[in-house]
């Protein structure tokens, strides 16, 4: 088998790609990165051998690691080669200051070329976790679950923020994936990643609501100004902070595009007046909607599709992100900036956005602007206005059983109130659902990363109605997903006690039937069915 990657929900034929990536990558790129994840796992067993808790540098660089195999992240095979010597070289580093070398191959193993990385290959997929089929869903799981994970505690360290348990995790998840554990231990160890995730989702936004504000309430404009445009996609809001005050008095306007849209809920981007509002829809119409923009594109995180040669020379990454051929703006140097001065001069010579809708999207209900109109809420829940909240947050995706979800939120009597994050929403959050007592049935927390701000508002409505149990909410659960970071939500939901979610468009390809069966049993996790009797279960409580 020339490559076998599992990791996405849109994988071919649902048993994994073999000879190319539906997202893009080839062969080569995938053997690259399931090094990179192999080189991750010898950097884990060392660190575990050692007398003391892992510094924060390693914690990063594990945490670059991971986030560079996530999926759409990196395609530029050279920048994987190059995180690949880097591991190696904190491994060594670290094997350096033990008097016995770890007994793992992982950790043992040198190499320093491209061949060499290659050759390595075979012995570093998902496929060499563990012979039994069950015991490798549950491995991918927690492997999967980590990837998100460290996405998640990029951004945050990205803002200066570090939480030294999640690294700590990141030893104990990544040395365990080359252990012979029972299904028991990996089933605790699926739960133990669900409880890194919940810190990781706390600690992110912690850094983005104390260096931003809190998100408010917000009508952003989806229409065009006359001005060249800069557009920036992705989920990094340092970036999103840098990029605005370098184009101050530039003339040149700014727009999101799919999970940067939350970044205009943000009280510290809202004086910039040259912030003129969101182009476009998901991430997987980038192919289309790029090339409309008519100017420069910064990717900043994941999300990547196959580049167009009709925008190519006006698309830019930087961060974890990486294409081949594009231009790359490098990381900061310590207490600087990213320099945009070569994407703010190319906009200068480029053409107006093409427009493509005009209208308003409302966003901004983090936790702490939906905790503020709690009273209103519960109220509405208490007079029998508001009869049921169902979670929609997740993914989008290219399949057209995703209008499933689409179908859902126009199927919903008009008691009820989605509560959604991710670029899920984007199936639904213009449709014209009104409000309920001037409470918007869809309300946008913002961010897969914010996915976290729906549990907290589930656990807050817990306590102001005084229940024991978060299950005992009028509150249901239909997540889509598509890559690792929804893996890492899930597992952070089944954490916190959340059953009987539903998870499409299809379960992961990577749960074997046992392994399905057992998260059936004790959480009551399901796959979607037809839209009409979901909804109707919905209602009902199951």
Same mark, same amino acid.
């Given at each position: 088998?020339?490559?076998?990657?599992?990791?996405?929900?849109?994988?071919?034929?649902?048993?994994?790609?073999?000879?190319?990536?539906?997202?893009?990558?080839?062969?080569?790129?995938?053997?690259?990165?399931?090094?990179?994840?192999?080189?991750?796992?010898?950097?884990?067993?060392?660190?575990?051998?050692?007398?003391?808790?892992?510094?924060?540098?390693?914690?990063?660089?594990?945490?670059?690691?991971?986030?560079?195999?996530?999926?759409?992240?990196?395609?530029?095979?050279? @920048?994987?080669?190059?995180?690949?010597?880097?591991?190696?070289?904190? *491994?060594?580093?670290?094997?350096?200051?033990?008097?016995?070398?770890?007994?793992?191959?992982?950790?043992?193993?040198?190499?320093?070329?491209? &061949?060499?990385?290659?050759?390595?290959?075979?012995?570093?997929?998902?496929?060499?976790?563990?012979?039994?089929?069950?015991?490798?869903?549950?491995?991918?799981?927690?492997?999967?679950?980590?990837?998100?994970?460290?996405?998640?505690?990029? $951004?945050?360290?990205?803002?200066?923020?570090?939480?030294?348990?999640?690294?700590?995790?990141?030893?104990?998840?990544?040395?365990?994936?080359?252990?012979?554990?029972?299904?028991?231990?990996?089933?605790?160890?699926?739960?133990?990643?669900?409880?890194?995730?919940?810190?990781?989702?706390?600690?992110?936004?912690?850094?983005?609501? &104390?260096?931003?504000?809190?998100?408010?309430?917000?009508?952003?404009?989806?229409?065009?100004?006359?001005?060249?445009?800069?557009?920036?996609?992705?989920?990094?809001? *340092?970036?999103?902070?840098?990029?605005?005050?370098?184009?101050?008095?530039?003339?040149?306007?700014?727009?999101?595009?799919?999970?940067?849209?939350?970044?205009?809920?943000?009280?510290?981007?809202? $004086?910039?007046?040259?912030?003129?509002?969101?182009?476009?829809?998901?991430?997987?119409?980038?192919?289309?909607?790029?090339?409309?923009?008519?100017?420069?594109?910064?990717?900043?995180?994941?999300?990547?599709?196959?580049?167009?040669? @009709?925008?190519?020379?006006?698309?830019?990454?930087?961060?974890?992100?990486?294409?081949?051929?594009?231009?790359? /703006?490098?990381?900061?140097?310590?207490?600087? &900036?990213?320099?945009?001065?070569?994407?703010?001069?190319?906009?200068?010579?480029?053409?107006?956005?093409?427009?493509? &809708?005009?209208?308003?999207?409302?966003?901004?209900?983090?936790?702490?602007?939906?905790?503020?109109?709690?009273?209103?809420?519960?109220?509405?829940?208490?007079?029998?206005?508001?009869?049921?909240?169902?979670?929609?947050?997740?993914?989008?995706? *290219?399949?057209?059983?995703?209008?499933?979800?689409?179908?859902?939120?126009?199927?919903?009597?008009?008691?009820?109130?989605?509560?959604?994050?991710?670029?899920?929403?984007?199936?639904?959050?213009?449709?014209?659902?009104?409000?309920?007592?001037?409470?918007?049935?869809?309300?946008?927390?913002?961010?897969?990363?914010?996915?976290?701000?729906?549990?907290?508002?589930?656990?807050?409505?817990?306590?102001?109605?005084?229940?024991?149990?978060?299950?005992?909410?009028?509150?249901?659960?239909?997540? @889509?997903?598509?890559?690792?970071?929804?893996?890492?939500?899930?597992? @952070?939901?089944?954490?916190?006690?959340?059953?009987? /979610?539903?998870?499409?468009?299809?379960?992961?390809?990577?749960?074997?039937?046992?392994?399905?069966?057992?998260?059936?049993? *004790?959480?009551?996790?399901?796959?979607?069915?037809?839209?009409?009797?979901?909804?109707?279960?919905?209602?009902?409580?199951?």
């Amino acid at each position: 088998m020339a490559m076998h990657c599992d990791q996405c929900q849109e994988s071919i034929h649902g048993t994994g790609c073999t000879a190319r990536g539906v997202c893009g990558k080839d062969e080569m790129t995938a053997k690259l990165q399931d090094v990179l994840v192999y080189a991750a796992e010898g950097l884990a067993l060392t660190a575990e051998q050692l007398p003391h808790p892992i510094s924060r540098g390693v914690g990063q660089l594990i945490s670059e690691s991971l986030f560079v195999t996530v999926t759409n992240t990196n395609f530029d095979e050279d @920048a994987i080669v190059q995180q690949i010597r880097k591991t190696l070289a904190m *491994r060594d580093e670290l094997k350096a200051t033990l008097a016995l070398p770890p007994l793992h191959d992982a950790a043992v193993w040198s190499g320093s070329t491209r &061949e060499d990385f290659l050759a390595k290959a075979p012995s570093a997929g998902i496929d060499s976790l563990a012979e039994n089929e069950d015991l490798r869903s549950l491995k991918s799981l927690v492997l999967y679950g980590i990837k998100g994970l460290a996405a998640y505690t990029d $951004h945050a360290a990205v803002l200066g923020y570090h939480d030294d348990d999640i690294y700590a995790f990141y030893v104990k998840g990544l040395a365990a994936l080359t252990k012979e554990l029972g299904a028991g231990e990996l089933t605790e160890l699926v739960l133990e990643t669900g409880g890194a995730a919940v810190k990781a989702m706390a600690l992110l936004d912690k850094a983005n609501t &104390e260096t931003y504000g809190h998100p408010e309430i917000t009508m952003v404009n989806t229409g065009v100004g006359t001005r060249p445009g800069i557009l920036i996609s992705g989920h990094d809001l *340092r970036d999103m902070d840098e990029l605005l005050k370098q184009t101050e008095e530039s003339g040149v306007d700014v727009y999101t595009h799919c999970e940067m849209l939350p970044a205009h809920s943000y009280p510290a981007f809202k $004086h910039y007046p040259h912030f003129i509002g969101n182009y476009g829809g998901s991430w997987w119409l980038q192919d289309r909607e790029f090339d409309s923009f008519n100017g420069p594109i910064l990717m900043t995180t994941n999300c990547i599709v196959p580049v167009r040669e @009709a925008y190519r020379h006006r698309m830019f990454t930087t961060g974890m992100a990486g294409y081949p051929g594009l231009k790359h /703006i490098p990381a900061r140097l310590e207490g600087e &900036e990213k320099d945009f001065s070569a994407i703010i001069e190319l906009a200068k010579t480029c053409q107006p956005p093409k427009e493509l &809708e005009d209208g308003k999207i409302v966003g901004g209900f983090a936790h702490n602007q939906v905790v503020a109109l709690a009273d209103k809420v519960v109220e509405a829940v208490k007079s029998g206005a508001i009869k049921r909240f169902v979670v929609m947050a997740g993914c989008d995706g *290219r399949h057209a059983s995703r209008t499933y979800y689409t179908q859902v939120a126009e199927a919903l009597p008009a008691g009820t109130v989605i509560l959604t994050a991710g670029c899920a929403k984007y199936r639904y959050n213009k449709l014209p659902l009104g409000d309920i007592d001037g409470i918007p049935r869809i309300l946008d927390a913002g961010q897969c990363n914010d996915s976290y701000s729906l549990a907290v508002i589930a656990l807050k409505l817990k306590e102001l109605f005084g229940l024991q149990d978060i299950n005992d909410l009028p509150i249901s659960f239909d997540i @889509a997903w598509y890559e690792q970071k929804a893996v890492t939500v899930l597992l @952070a939901l089944l954490f916190l006690g959340v059953k009987g /979610i539903r998870l499409g468009p299809t379960l992961p390809e990577f749960l074997t039937p046992g392994v399905a069966a057992v998260l059936v049993e *004790r959480f009551g996790i399901m796959p979607i069915g037809k839209v009409q009797a979901d909804v109707e279960a919905m209602m009902a409580g199951v």
